[in-house]
């Protein structure tokens, strides 16, 4: 029997492919089933998996009927498991070296659910890129999943991601979860359902997968209608969890917390396009102005009444980060006053421009004058405030992420 099956969706990944199967290949003492379901690819993806069958017996290829998008692809390679357990690497990433026999081990040995592992971006060479996003600042101790998604989020150590957890392929299976087909962002209602309905949860160090940041990632996609509107399905699909699962304080909690996450990211994505003159349809406005996704869109949210004092004394601030955090607290400042620029700190994977602004290194000197305002989740609040203290730096602001 197979301990742990990789779904690998694929979709023109001729140039990434070969190091994602290598790193595949590469790994030891663990018997995997290893499928790949391209998803009519217009390269040659198709044909350089076939060449490694030859190198990696336990390769199976299958093919949709015609291109069905990413959810559609891992529902049909989750047909095909016969492992253990099942894990999701996409075909322009790679496994981390040999990570997968001390996964298998301890999610076996603890009788998990669900599995999760620290990850590494790099870039379209490999390079490791200095962002430690995906890499959690915290140990955890084996839990029910609902108490891990609480610790996850107290401690800013939430990933959303497919990739980012093992599952239990039995525990898939008898809760009927999958993925909504034909939407983006589908791995945000995913991750929630599995998470709340796991009994055991582990967390491990392992640097187990490696992320590949390029232009051509669905999250760098220019079809924001349609990220936007997938965001969207899956915040209803979440909302319909939530009604239909157990009401304890500890859920609620939970579940409102994940939410305000989720329509952060419909905020960010939404406001970031209208900015630029993007339109949506509709029915993706109706549905933003009926849920109220933007009730909290106010100073009083973001700022206690001394900080928000503070920052309309002066004729302008600064704003450090670029997520979407900042783009939430960019256009409440702009009603309050003028903002100078634009930080983040050295070495992070941030963009070159936000909002038409060109995106600086932090730098006291520039910042000496105007107030600092901190628009950046938990775990990098303590960076930068680190940062800062390393500096002599006081003048700033943290905005309220809870």
């Given at each position: 029997?197979y301990q742990i099956s990789l779904i690998i969706p694929v979709y023109n990944v001729e140039?990434?492919?070969?190091?994602?199967?290598?790193?595949?290949?590469?790994?030891?003492?663990?018997?995997?089933?290893?499928?790949?379901?391209?998803?009519?690819?217009?390269?040659?993806?198709?044909?350089?998996?076939?060449?490694?069958?030859?190198?990696?017996?336990?390769?199976?290829?299958?093919?949709?009927?015609?291109?069905?998008?990413?959810?559609?692809?891992?529902?049909?390679?989750?047909?095909?498991?016969?492992?253990?357990?099942?894990?999701?690497?996409?075909?322009?990433?790679?496994?981390?070296?040999?990570?997968?026999?001390?996964?298998?081990?301890?999610?076996?040995?603890?009788?998990?659910?669900?599995?999760?592992?620290?990850?590494?971006?790099?870039?379209?060479?490999?390079?490791?890129?200095?962002?430690?996003?995906?890499?959690?600042?915290?140990?955890?101790?084996i839990a029910d999943g609902i108490q891990m998604l609480k610790e996850f989020m107290e401690?800013?150590?939430?990933?959303?991601?497919?990739?980012?957890?093992?599952?239990?392929?039995?525990?898939?299976?008898?809760?009927?979860?999958a993925f909504i087909n034909g939407i983006y962002h589908e791995d945000l209602p995913f991750?929630?359902?599995?998470?709340?309905?796991?009994?055991?949860?582990?967390?491990?160090?392992?640097?187990?997968?490696?992320?590949?940041?390029?232009?051509?990632?669905?999250?760098?996609?220019?079809?924001?209608?349609?990220?936007?509107?997938?965001?969207?399905?899956?915040?209803?699909?979440?909302?319909?969890?939530?009604?239909?699962?157990?009401?304890?304080?500890?859920?609620?909690?939970?579940?409102?917390?994940?939410?305000?996450?989720?329509?952060?990211?419909?905020?960010?994505?939404?406001?970031?396009?209208?900015?630029?003159?993007?339109?949506?349809?509709?029915?993706?406005?109706?549905?933003?102005?009926?849920?109220?996704?933007?009730?909290?869109?106010?100073?009083?949210?973001?700022?206690?009444?001394?900080?928000?004092?503070?920052?309309?004394?002066?004729?302008?601030?600064?704003?450090?980060?670029?997520?979407?955090?900042?783009?939430?607290?960019?256009?409440?400042?702009?009603?309050?006053?003028?903002?100078?620029?634009?930080?983040?700190?050295?070495?992070?994977?941030?963009?070159?421009?936000?909002?038409?602004?060109?995106?600086?290194?932090?730098?006291?000197?520039?910042?000496?004058?105007?107030?600092?305002?901190?628009?950046?989740?938990?775990?990098?609040?303590?960076?930068?405030?680190?940062?800062?203290?390393?500096?002599?730096?006081?003048?700033?602001?943290?905005?309220?992420?809870?």
């Amino acid at each position: 029997m197979y301990q742990i099956s990789l779904i690998i969706p694929v979709y023109n990944v001729e140039k990434y492919i070969g190091r994602c199967l290598d790193s595949v290949y590469a790994q030891k003492n663990v018997k995997l089933q290893v499928i790949c379901v391209d998803d009519c690819s217009k390269d040659c993806s198709k044909e350089i998996i076939v060449k490694y069958k030859d190198k990696i017996p336990y390769l199976e290829l299958y093919e949709n009927d015609r291109n069905r998008g990413l959810a559609y692809t891992r529902n049909a390679g989750m047909e095909k498991v016969e492992g253990e357990y099942t894990f999701f690497l996409d075909s322009d990433d790679c496994l981390g070296e040999n990570c997968l026999n001390g996964l298998y081990i301890y999610a076996k040995e603890n009788n998990l659910d669900a599995l999760t592992y620290n990850s590494v971006k790099i870039s379209e060479n490999d390079i490791k890129l200095d962002d430690d996003f995906y890499i959690r600042g915290c140990s955890y101790e084996i839990a029910d999943g609902i108490q891990m998604l609480k610790e996850f989020m107290e401690n800013g150590d939430l990933v959303r991601t497919a990739w980012g957890t093992m599952y239990r392929t039995a525990f898939l299976k008898e809760q009927g979860i999958a993925f909504i087909n034909g939407i983006y962002h589908e791995d945000l209602p995913f991750t929630f359902e599995a998470m709340i309905k796991a009994k055991r949860v582990g967390c491990r160090d392992d640097m187990a997968y490696q992320y590949r940041q390029h232009e051509k990632s669905i999250t760098h996609s220019q079809n924001y209608e349609k990220l936007i509107a997938g965001a969207i399905e899956g915040y209803k699909k979440i909302k319909r969890l939530i009604q239909v699962t157990g009401h304890t304080e500890n859920f609620m909690e939970v579940s409102e917390k994940y939410l305000e996450g989720v329509r952060n990211l419909i905020v960010g994505e939404y406001l970031e396009q209208k900015m630029i003159g993007g339109e949506f349809s509709k029915s993706t406005e109706d549905y933003i102005l009926e849920e109220q996704i933007f009730e909290k869109e106010n100073a009083e949210y973001y700022f206690s009444e001394e900080d928000y004092k503070k920052i309309v004394q002066y004729p302008a601030v600064s704003l450090y980060g670029a997520g979407y955090i900042a783009k939430r607290v960019y256009w409440i400042l702009k009603e309050l006053t003028n903002i100078e620029y634009i930080f983040v700190t050295k070495g992070k994977s941030a963009p070159e421009y936000f909002f038409g602004r060109k995106v600086l290194e932090w730098d006291k000197g520039l910042a000496k004058q105007y107030p600092i305002i901190v628009a950046v989740t938990r775990k990098y609040q303590r960076e930068v405030m680190d940062v800062f203290s390393a500096a002599g730096f006081t003048n700033y602001v943290l905005v309220n992420v809870d």
